[in-house]
Structure formats: structure tokens, C-alpha cells
């Protein structure tokens, strides 16, 4: 949810600040501005749209010099148009902020800085933040934009830079991810390690209520009293590959066909096939506090709450624990009931959705013990909780998360089995858990051979807009997660039900011409959704089944009938998921739709 880079070295600017806002245009993508700082003062440029058009507008009016900060947008106070796309500037035009969040406060600073004869030209809040530092005391620009944030409300994330202090840009962060890229004679700014791993894999993650002073000499990182505070240095764990779309059309289709190595990456080092358990350290639970969880907790939004949905089957399977999954935006308004004795399980793939972090810190303060369901290292989820598991999955780069998905529920698998053989579950069944993991990456690999047919169906589908998708008991999840793909990618109305629940109500919405996605593998639920099924043919529709190898039950009254292999039953969304995520891609590339920047979305979604 929008994007910062920022960059002071020895190089021309330009096209490092427009490289970097590229790769990170998955944040955001309806505006984008870049402030360069040169022995002519600041120059600003803004354009509406992608990045590609202030691409554009770049090589129309070129700018030069060795400083400056780009923002990518994804708009909140205000529409996405050329005068609110970021840097925003104070009342001189010397002061230009790029900012990632929200200012919860900021009709009310408005109004005070109006009464002080502020002149604002746009309704946005980080307009608010550059005229707080025009207005704010200090010495130097670190200590103004520290004295300005003293009185903000909400998240940031923020690059500064001024006509006044010409030789540094100033970096905040509370709430919004920023880090900072260590080159050689050359530092950058960013929102995500993407926008700089071309450059350096040596990067900083700042800490909430850092500011850092980054200058052609180096960086320093201060505290909210000024006081130097020295941070660690990480370094970027996967390369630049990762990020390119390597020969496909489009990065949901690349993360589509990464799952077998994804899977592989979330699984290395964390089977143990003899003891049929699971290796997570990074859990950081004694066995005894294992064993006195009362109740699991799992948040998470989308595609992240799915895969708790899915979760809670297999913790509640292998470990005998009772767990609720709850909306993370819906969470914290909960009555604050004790959860003393709760384990919290907060899912994320960036790491940093507030829905997510809030829930969380809220599970914390009502008494629980919080670990992490994370890919992105470093993120404020991940750094938050008590501990957690880390996928591994690599960057998805896709706002549609596909491959975040399945090593999401290996991930929650591998945590089944790690508390379920600290309480009770025998040796031999983790065993053929561990081995059904095992196999998986394999069967994924498989399952993907289905694309050409998924391409075939797709063409049958397109044109409908509107399909319900149904599943029982682990499918029912993967059917939630079938619609959300459909409806993200390619604006068609998609529905995940229970497939028993049609009869109260939906099925009324059937008629000739609705697609009906059917989860159906060979579990101990199929008879039921055998039953479910019948009814939809009854009345009409037009009923794709997935199924596994063998099982052809359904096949008279499917319309049509696609088979993935054979698995043990609790891991069998990882396999029915994947034609699911291949027919919404094909869908959406037969309507002509922005498959990796739908419309209205952004992939990391910060603000509540
Ligand atoms: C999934 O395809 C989505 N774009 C979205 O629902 C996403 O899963 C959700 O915003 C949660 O993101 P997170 O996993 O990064 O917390």
C-alpha cells in the first residue's frame, strides 16, 4: 500500500528512483511523483496513473541530480490524480514528503495549520506532515521533521527532503515499513527490499519511532530524543530473479508455477520423517507451554484468514486443540475477553497488514501468546510476535497471492504436527503426515499439467459474471479462496459456500447458465457433497467438479471433471487449490484484465 523509494549517492537519480518505484508498484499503482534535489533547488514530478506514465513524463522533462524520494500511491484521502500523487510539499515548495500510511489526525491538524495561514492544495494527509515541518523548530531537518511527528496520529512511513538542507534525506517510520539499502558511497531508502536488491542486499529494517539521516557520507539512526541508536544489518535472502518475470506473462502465473519450490523452501530443514514430527525452534514454545494451550487463536485477512480456515482443521485434527479463526479487522472489536492460556497465530504473507498487526498486538494485550505465519523476513508481523515460521515461499510479487497460499498451509500443517506430537499424536501418524508433506512439492508438479485443460475450461467460463464455488469440511476454505482468485483478478462475482448451506438460500441464484465450482476430493465428507451436488444438477448450472485420481463418482452428473493426485486428506487444498488459481488466471486473461494490478487493490495492505 504505496510505495517509497528514496536514493543520495555518487549516481544520477532518475532512473534509480524510477526502476525502484517499478518494483515496487505492486504496493500501489494509481499515481506516482518523484522530488529530485539538485543545485537548482527541489524538482518535482507527478503523474497519474502507472509508473510507466511518469516513466513518460520523466523523459519528457528530464530532471537531474544525485538525491531525491519517489512514491508509487494507492490512493486514502483523496482521488488518484496528478496533484495528490506524491511528494507533497509545504507552503514554500522547499519541503517535499513521500509517505506510506495514514494520519489519523490530519482533518484536525489541517484545520490548525489553515488558522495559522497554512494554504493546503490537496485533501491529502501527507500534505498535513509537510507543513508540520515548515512550521516545527530545530536546527536541522532531522530535528524538525522530529518535532513535526510529536503531534501525528496514526502510521507512517516517510522520506523528507528540503531545499534548505540540501546534503540529506530524512527518514521516519512508526507503524509503515521502511529500511534503508547500504551501497557502496551510496544509501537508499525503500519500502521493500525489492526496490533496492538490484543495488545492495545489505539492508537495515528501522524500528518503529526511528529517524534516519541518510547524507553522501553515510546514515545515521536517531530515536525520538535524537539519541544515535544503532540497528542491525540483514541481508537480502533471495536475489533479483525472484522479482523478474522470467519468461511468463504475468507474476501470478510465474508464482503459479514456483509452488513445487516454493513448498520445497517452506519444508527444507523442518521434516523429521523419523520421529514424525515437525523441526520449528523458531515457534520459540517449550513443550510445556505446548502442553498447557487451552485454545487456538489464528488471524489473518484473505487469502491469509483462508488458510487459517484451513488450519484450524489441521490443528484441531492432529493436536486436539479447539481454535477460532477470526477476521483480524474484526478481532479487535471484540468484547476484551482474557486470553490468558490462548496461543494467537497471526498469518500474513507481507507481514505488514494492520488489519493483522493490530489484531495481534490486541491478542497480546488480552493475555496471549502471539507467533507469526510470515514470508516477508523482517516485517513487523514477523518482528512482533513471540516467534513464528517463516515460508520462505520468496517474494510474491503478484497482488493475487497464490504460492504465499500453499506454503501458508504447509506452514499451519507443520505447526499441526509440532504441537500434536507434544500432545498425544503417535508417532505413526505424524509419520504419514511428514511423508504426505514430503511428496507434495512432486504431486504440485503434477497438478500443474492441468494448465492447458484449466486454459480450456477458462474459455467455456469467461464470459459469466457471476459463479459460486462449494466445498465441505478442509475444502470449503479452498472454495472461499477459488472465488477470491476469480473475483480479484478478473472482476467476475464469485461466491465460496459451504455445499450444504446452498439449500438455504443460494441455491435459488442457480439457473442454466451459473458456473458451480465443485472442491469435492475423496474425503470422509465426498457422500455428503455427492448429495449437494445432486441438487445443483437438479436445477440447472453448470458444474465443474475437482476431484482426485480414482474417484469418478461425480463424474455423470459433472459437466465437467478435473483430477488432481491422490494425497492424504487433511493436504488435499494444496493440491485443489491449484486448477482453482489457474482458472481464475486464465478467466482473467480472456477479459483483458490487469492480472498482476487489479483494479482498486494493492498488495500490502497498511492501513486499517
Ligand atoms: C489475496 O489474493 C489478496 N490480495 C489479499 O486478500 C491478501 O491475502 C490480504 O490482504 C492479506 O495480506 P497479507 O497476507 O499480506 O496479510
Redesign the pocket.
Known amino acids: 500500500m504505496c510505495g517509497i523509494v528514496g536514493y543520495i549517492g555518487k549516481r544520477e537519480v532518475s532512473p534509480i528512483l524510477l526502476e525502484g518505484l517499478a518494483r515496487l508498484e505492486y504496493r500501489g499503482y494509481d499515481s506516482a511523483g518523484m522530488a529530485v534535489q539538485n543545485g537548482m533547488g527541489l524538482k518535482i514530478r507527478k503523474k497519474k496513473g502507472r509508473v510507466g506514465d511518469l516513466v513518460q513524463h520523466v523523459k519528457a522533462n528530464p530532471v537531474v541530480g544525485h538525491m531525491g524520494i519517489a512514491h508509487t500511491r494507492w490512493a486514502t484521502h483523496g482521488p488518484p490524480t496528478t496533484a495528490n500523487a506524491h511528494p507533497h510539499l509545504d507552503c514554500t515548495g522547499e519541503i517535499a514528503v513521500v509517505h506510506n500510511g495514514i494520519i489519523e489526525n490530519a482533518d484536525t491538524l489541517r484545520k490548525l495549520l489553515r488558522d495559522r495561514g497554512h494554504t493546503f492544495l490537496t485533501p491529502t494527509d501527507t500534505e498535513v506532515i509537510a507543513h508540520l515541518i515548515e512550521e516545527a523548530e530545530g536546527e536541522s531537518l532531522e530535528e524538525r521533521v522530529r518535532n513535526a511527528l510529536r503531534v501525528v496520529e496514526g502510521a507512517y512511513g516517510i522520506a523528507v527532503i528540503s531545499g534548505e538542507f540540501r546534503d540529506r534525506i530524512v527518514v521516519a517510520r512508526r507503524g509503515s515499513p521502511v529500511l534503508l539499502g547500504l551501497g557502496e558511497d551510496e544509501t537508499f531508502v525503500a519500502s521493500d527490499p525489492a526496490a533496492v536488491v538490484e543495488h545492495t542486499r545489505s539492508v537495515i529494517y528501522l524500528e518503529d519511532g526511528d529517524i534516519a539521516v541518510l547524507t553522501p557520507d553515510g546514515y545515521r539512526i536517531l530515536d525520538h530524543e535524537g539519541e544515535d541508536q544503532a540497528r542491525p544489518t540483514s541481508a537480502i535472502d533471495w536475489d533479483i530473479a525472484s522479482i523478474e518475470l522470467g519468461g511468463y506473462a504475468h507474476f501470478m502465473q510465474k508464482e503459479i508455477f514456483e509452488q513445487p519450490e516454493s513448498l520445497r523452501n517452506t519444508l527444507r530443514g523442518r521434516l523429521m520423517p523419523e520421529e514424525g514430527d515437525a523441526r520449528l525452534l523458531g515457534l520459540r514454545l517449550t513443550d510445556e507451554e505446548i502442553r498447557d494451550i487451552d485454545r487456538v487463536l489464528i488471524l489473518?485477512?484473505?487469502?491469509?484468514w483462508h488458510s487459517g480456515m484451513v488450519g484450524r482443521h489441521f490443528i484441531e485434527t492432529l493436536a486436539g486443540i479447539p481454535v477460532d479463526v477470526e477476521y483480524a479487522s474484526e478481532f479487535r472489536y471484540h468484547s476484551p475477553i482474557s486470553l490468558e492460556g490462548t496461543l494467537a497465530v497471526a498469518?500474513?504473507?507481507?507481514?505488514?497488514?494492520a488489519d493483522?498487526l493490530e489484531a495481534m498486538k490486541a491478542a497480546r494485550d488480552r493475555g496471549a501468546r502471539v507467533v507469526g505465519v510470515v514470508n516477508a523476513v523482517g516485517s513487523t508481523i514477523a518482528r512482533e510476535a513471540h516467534g513464528g515460521i517463516y515460508l520462505h515461499a520468496g517474494p510474491e510479487v503478484g497482488?493475487?497471492?497464490t504460492k504465499?497460499f500453499t506454503s501458508q498451509l504447509a506452514a499451519l500443517l507443520l505447526m499441526g504436527l509440532h504441537l500434536g506430537r507434544r500432545r498425544g499424536l503417535d508417532r505413526e501418524q505424524g509419520r504419514e503426515v511428514v511423508n504426505a508433506l514430503a511428496e507434495l512439492p512432486d504431486l504440485i508438479e503434477r497438478a500443474l499439467k492441468l494448465d492447458d485443460e484449466m486454459a480450456r475450461i477458462a474459455l467455456t467460463f469467461a464470459e459469466a459474471d457471476n459463479a459460486l464455488y462449494l466445498g465441505r469440511g478442509v475444502s470449503f476454505p479452498v472454495a472461499l479462496e477459488g472465488a477470491?482468485?476469480l473475483k480479484?483478478v478478473s472482476y467476475a462475482h464469485a461466491e465460496g459456500y459451504p455445499a450444504a448451506e446452498l439449500k438455504h438460500g443460494p441455491i435459488a441464484l442457480i439457473d442454466d447458465d451459473m458456473p458451480v465450482v465443485v472442491v469435492a476430493p475423496a474425503d470422509h465428507i465426498f457422500s455428503k457433497v455427492v448429495s449437494n451436488v445432486q441438487e445443483v444438477r437438479a436445477r440447472g448450472g453448470r458444474i465443474l467438479v475437482i476431484t482426485t485420481e480414482g474417484n469418478r463418482d461425480l463424474a455423470s452428473v459433472a459437466d465437467r471433471e478435473v483430477v488432481v493426485p491422490r494425497t492424504h486428506e487433511l493436504l488435499s487444498p494444496l493440491l485443489t487449490v491449484i486448477p482453482l488459481q489457474l482458472l481464475a488466471y486464465h478467466i482473467a486473461v480472456l477479459r483483458g484484465c490487469d492480472v498482476d494490478r487489479p483494479r482498486n487493490?494493492a498488495?500490502?495492505?497498511t492501513v486499517e
Not at 300 to 304: A, D, E, F, I, M
Open positions: 489473518g485477512c484473505g487469502t491469509s498469518i500474513s504473507q507481507s507481514g505488514e497488514t493483522t497482488v493475487a497471492s504465499a477470491l482468485k480479484e487493490l498488495k500490502s495492505v
